[in-house]
């Protein structure tokens, strides 16, 4: 078996646990918060996308919030997050979160350095009434060393496809890795807590990386146990029809 | 070169020019819906998935919306839908919409017969205000023969990681294959119009029915060339950092 | 009895008969939409206020839309008020709509000629939607001499509690009252139909405008019974007790 | 001057200094939370009444959120009162808020002791967050004898234009006066602090009762100078006008 095939058949049976994660969650009225952090190119959006590309798209969320426009600026930092937790039995994945504020923002020069103390100072308390309140919260860093990463990047650049996820502050933060890394184990060590963990998760091989965070995740939930129930389809009337369309209809031109 | 690559490529060439699309629109900041309807399985989904997956996620929006609820149902029949009609620059997709009302609905006995006549008189009025507002409104159906649909309901059926998919409505609407065609086809025949055309597109094989709807799509776009813009990233300063997180911090094991 | 006491009997009168109003709709499920349109200080505010003191606030809603933001004004020109009709039993009250565009956004140059001929194109199609929907839409122009206007500006003026009420947009308005007049002439002939009529009250004296508007409105409304649901308050267990508050507690000082 | 004359006196001129206090919000860009608690007919609703009828619209918002709905009461407790969190600039009136889990829900037996127990306990941590992120929160409540608060039930039970306003809840709380004052003490105890205080008036006399709870929350505001900017209204083009509208339009008719 080739390496695709045996990355796709490892996903796949973590995939089937993960089904079992959201059943636990719809019968126990559970909710899970999951963070996604980590440098640019690290590999978020894959994982994102490995985690829920098999779960029925009611049973989980995506928020990945932009730039806050000049009314959520002014008003309390974690407002516009708290919109999106999630209700019963809803399991929500961050990509990038309110710890903007604890590595990009003051990388970048985007908040001041007051702004940038008062979050790592209330952000654990933040955190602990989400915790207090039932609402299971996990937080991952993705690591990816820079000769990797600059790997990803000048993928990116050389493919048409892929450019416009080069933005500029990704670019002006390639040359601060060191700073960016510093501000990381800050963040780490001050909001790290028993109720809203930091794990750190090697991303230096995409794949490997996803399919061990996806492996974590499943032992922090309680249960996932997946019950199969098989779906019978009952023998179709007649025989098959064909898909006539009225003649009145404009078509679609074969060209491939 | 083999199928699937050859698809592969074909495919990255379309969805250059669907940048190129998506930049025409930031430029004349025109708006764009399309609508995609067809039988379940017919492929709504991975068509808009091809169409979407390399673009600026600013860009465009999927809307798919569950069933309403109760206050919904009281409402205007299309407010629901309103709200998600695109602004300046954006291409908004549709996976299923008010057609719902023309077709699952009164197959399924979803909605009264005066509910569905009195839609499909009032549908022509309500996309001409949309037009001639000066959204650009293309409506696609996908056609699947019935043999073809079967296989994929059996492929759903088998595989515990897609059998959430197929829904009790789905399973109840494979016995109504006819019924859906005579509704499909008078729903064309009313709702058609040169301001809200529809296009029939074959989606037996659905890789080959991606590529002839995208390509169908870029040809109703008034523009869609695409600049390259190259990215160039500086030279690094120094050289390549690891990742070296604070012994703090607790590790995701490698288990794979 | 003087006339103030008069006035207040005549309007309790009628609030019974609006209480019966949003009973029906409650019962009926049916939906009404009141727009109130006129010169500034013509006494749309004071209207509604008369209309709505005596209802549950859960049976009606006020819509004052301001300016469209930028996205908003990119989009189809309904689409913000469209989110604001009716569900199944409501009473909504527009305090002016989307017939800026016929009168305030092309005497004042907010518009372009295009948009405004475009609006007054479409607005008849737009309202028999909602008409044919089956929401009851009722319009009215409260009218008032520039000599009662003038007098009305000049007490705002006069009063810093009031001042707030007098907008640049309103004191530029002032000068055009002849063009505004024009502009109403043509709007109402041009969108007054059975389903969605105009009708205009004479508000030179505001107490005796709101009454006859308001009777109007209830003679409009198919049932506005009055079921008068008495109240019983049991006897009180033991004696009434005082509010005694914790001494920890602090005190709003008596001043007054 | 007659006993009402000297009431809207006074509280014409706190209305102006409260004019002061938006404007001061304006330009500070500063942030009020008032949040009013009281047994039923306390005088919340009329306070707000008195505190806003002279403000610009935009510069306040009233908060009276209703029953949690399913998907709500599985939130995070505080999170649908999260989202009419100010803006800079904004004051915000809360209605009853958060601390219907203080004392009405327990009084009535809609919460669990454990998740009023928790209430307590997290309550002030939640304050104080939005406290360090610099909102300024003020709690008043509004103190009634219940011998008072009997008179206004059955002064309300008499009036067929006020009966909507007794909930049977409230019917149901007129036997537990003794229990709620409990709870108000417990509640005040625990979660009085510098940064978000308790603060108790009379509210036996209503208007006095508005007017010192007014000038005391004038009093906790850094700045409210009221700069009177007066309006001039220049002469009018031409001699004023009639409305005279169109015949085509239809017209209310006289009947006052």
Redesign the interface.
Known sequence: MGKRKAYQK?L?EL??EL?GVTRWLRQS?K?VVVILEG?DAAGKGGTIKAMTE?????AYRVV?L?KPDA??T??????RY??H?????ELVLFDRSWYNRAVVEPAMGFCTNAEYE?FL??CP??E???A??G?ILIK??L?????QQ?ER??D??GD?????K?SPVD?AA??K??EI?KL??IM??RT?AAHA??????FNDQK?GR???I??FLEQIPSRE?V???????K??GK???????D?????????
Do not use: C, M
């Not at 002014?74 to 407002?79: R, T």
């Not at 048409?160 to 416009?164: A, E």
């Not at 098959?240 to 009225?246: D, G, R, W, Y």
């Open positions: 490892e796949e995939q089937t089904i009225g909710r440098r098999s779960l029925d798209t009611r990945a932009g009314r959520e002014s008003q309390w930092y974690f407002q708290v919109e937790l999630p209700s019963a039995g008062h100072e209330v308390s933040f602990k009434l989400l207090d309140d609402i991952y860093w690591a990816v060393d820079q000769e600059e990047f000048a990116r650049a048409p496809l892929k450019r416009w080069l670019i390639r040359q890795y060191t890394g990381r184990d780490i060590e790290h963990p930091w794990f750190v998760a090697d490997t399919l061990n965070l492996r974590h997946f199969d129930t098989p779906v019978k389809l009952a179709l009337r098959p029809q064909k898909e006539h369309v009225t009145k209809a404009l078509t679609v031109p074969r060209v491939y």
